[in-house]
């Protein structure tokens, strides 16, 4: 269980406060509005109220314990970067921003921070690729166009052995398991016989799994 501290509770803040939460971590959200605090503090571990742009402020919540500070602060870009500085002063190790624009990208990647997150850019490219491969429910790239994509099982495929499926498929795609509702098979074996609605979870080139993808809906 990790301890997290997230800085702005605006509509990425919390969002990103309340899963954190779900996936069993403790979380410590900081806002100057009251009323967003208010909202959150019986979701969230620790609700403060404090203004991070004060350097004392900052510096009692003892930040220091944390294994990952999320500054979510999003149109105040003045506030969310001298936060940073601030959190930089005090020896936050692991810091990681919501960022709004390329200038404050490149301030932010000057002074060291971790992580810079562009949700808008992040979830269009996201959006977009599910338009382009409905086939696809979820998919995390590992760079250099290796790709874990989610693919679930068409009709069509019931009750027919994974290795018949796998003909048909270059062996540079690596099955790497099978999810049936809650039960997951890793590394499954040829003699897998598939049915509707079970999900692959299929690593490799991302060229490769869209022209295998067809044959698996
Ligand atoms: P979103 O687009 O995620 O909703 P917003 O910019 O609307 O992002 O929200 C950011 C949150 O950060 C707001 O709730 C705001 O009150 C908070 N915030 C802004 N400045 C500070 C500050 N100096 N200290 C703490 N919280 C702040």
Not at 26 to 44: E, M, R
Not at 45 to 70: F, S
Request: hydrophobic fraction near 50%; aromatic fraction near 4%; charged fraction near 20%.
């Amino acid at each position: 269980m990790g301890q997290f501290a997230v800085i702005g509770l605006g509509r990425f803040g919390s969002a990103a406060s309340l899963e954190l939460m779900k996936m069993g971590h403790s979380v410590l959200g900081v806002d100057t509005n009251g009323k967003v605090v208010d909202k959150l503090a019986d979701q969230i571990t620790h609700a403060v109220i404090a203004d991070v742009t004060d350097r004392e402020a900052l510096e009692e919540l003892g930040l220091d314990n944390y294994d990952v500070v999320l500054v979510a602060i999003g149109e105040d870009v003045q506030a969310s970067l001298l936060c940073v500085v601030h959190l930089k002063s005090l020896a936050i190790s692991t810091i990681w921003v919501k960022a709004t624009s390329h200038a404050q990208h490149l301030i932010l990647s000057k002074l060291g921070v971790a992580r810079i997150i562009h949700p808008e850019e992040e979830m269009g490219i996201r959006v977009a690729q599910a338009l382009s491969y409905p086939m696809v429910n979820d998919y995390i790239s590992l760079g250099n166009g290796e790709f874990v994509v989610e693919i679930g099982v068409s009709e069509r495929l019931e009750g027919i052995l994974l290795s018949e499926v796998l003909q048909d498929i270059p062996d540079t795609i690596h099955v790497l398991l099978i999810k049936r509702r809650s039960d997951i098979t890793v590394h499954p074996p040829g003699e897998f016989i598939l049915q509707a609605k079970d999900v692959l979870v299929l690593l490799g080139q991302l060229t490769t799994l869209k022209a295998i993808a067809p044959k698996l809906v």
